[in-house]
T-cell receptor, first 116, second 117 residues
């Protein structure tokens, strides 16, 4: 079955550590996205990629980094520069391309990151 | 400025009754799409319904309908015959320049719906 897989489901980070959240899709989608969810804040865009080897910053990119070396994969690294990383992180993908704007996202099941 | 505003942080509804979740949006782009997602306590995001800015009729999907009032820039979700399983967070989202499916969705802060037996 096609889908989008995020791992791990739970992640604990020590102060000053970098951690990487995995996101893999087998839907052949061009575009992939990372959102952060905090209570009462909704989903805020961190980074997105519309094509392999290209990505753009979202609204809250500071302290995060991404790569898009393969169409299927869009890992997110939470660096030590992110001062408040405890949150729920959602990865999503969409078809992309002209005429596909009515298609929404396929979401992963999320990664809950906690700083200990 | 907020592009998507959901003014109801929490709502309660009696089982089997209808409920309306409010969403207003702000855009100057004539081409846009509006989406509603449901997020149960498990955290997964479930797509419910879509409305395009050029669609002449309000979208419907089973018990979900979208009350689209373009002049007022509102896209309220109506859930008919509420069920206990409808208890969840609900997010309204918008994609500007909808013709391309690559542009990111902008989400509102959500409304938590609780269905009471």
């Amino acid at each position: 079955d096609g889908g989008i897989t995020q791992s791990p489901k739970y992640l604990f980070r020590k102060e000053g550590q970098n951690v990487t959240l995995s996101c893999e899709q087998n839907l052949n989608h061009d575009a992939m996205y990372w959102y952060r969810q905090d209570p009462g804040q909704g989903l805020r865009l961190i980074y997105y990629s519309q094509i392999v080897n290209d990505f753009q910053k979202g609204d809250i990119a500071e302290g995060y980094s991404v790569s898009r070396e393969k169409k299927e994969s869009f890992p997110l690294t939470v660096t030590s520069a992110q001062k408040n990383p405890t949150a729920f992180y959602l990865c999503a993908s969409s078809i992309g391309g002209a005429g596909t704007g009515n298609y929404g996202y396929t979401f992963g099941s999320g990664t809950r990151l906690t700083v200990v | 400025a907020q592009k998507i505003t959901q003014t109801q942080p929490g709502m309660f509804v009696q089982e089997k009754e209808a409920v309306t979740l409010d969403c207003t949006y702000d855009t100057s782009d004539p081409s846009y799409g509006l989406f509603w997602y449901k997020q149960p306590s498990s955290g997964e995001m479930i797509f419910l319904i879509y409305q395009g800015s050029y669609d002449q009729q309000n979208a419907t999907e089973g018990r979900y309908s979208l009350n689209f009032q373009k002049a007022r820039k509102s896209a309220n979700l109506v859930i008919s015959a509420s069920q206990l399983g409808d208890s969840a967070m609900y997010f309204c989202a918008m994609r500007e320049g909808w013709i391309s499916g690559n542009t990111p969705l902008v989400f509102g802060k959500g409304t938590r719906l609780s269905v009471i037996a």
